[in-house]
């Protein structure tokens, strides 16, 4: 039997740290997927914190502008995640739902000299 606020059995050896209490829990109606911890606040945010506030450029090409959202925002930020750490990534999805636009946004911020 799992114990209140304790990881199961099979997964305690590899929790190595303390465990720390969560400060701000998230709101009601919200689910996990729905935030970012953010470690230099130490505090949970929404993945809309996250993006700058930058104009488009005036001669941006319609195709070519990805307009920030929740995903998008999510998807780059996993994208940044797996490719610092070397691990493989697959975006699936329906058609139209900016998976290649993401991946070409990230690819042209890449250092090509790397």
């Known amino acids: 039997m799992v114990q209140a606020n304790q990881p199961p059995e099979e997964y305690r050896a590899y ?18 997927y729905d935030f970012v911890f953010k470690k230099d606040r130490g505090k949970w945010g929404t993945w809309m914190d996250l993006i700058d506030d930058v104009a488009l450029p005036s001669d941006a090409e319609f195709y070519k502008i990805l307009v920030p959202t929740p ?30 636009v ?8 890449l250092d090509p000299s790397k």
């Open 71 to 100: 995903d998008s925002t999510r998807y780059s930020y996993l994208i940044d995640a797996l490719v610092i750490h070397d691990e493989p990534l697959l975006l699936v999805g329906p058609t139209g739902t900016g998976k290649s």
């Open 15 to 32: 929790i190595t740290a303390p465990a720390r209490k969560v400060a701000s829990p998230f709101p009601d109606g919200k689910l996990v």
């Open 102 to 109: 993401c991946v070409k946004q990230y690819l042209v911020k």
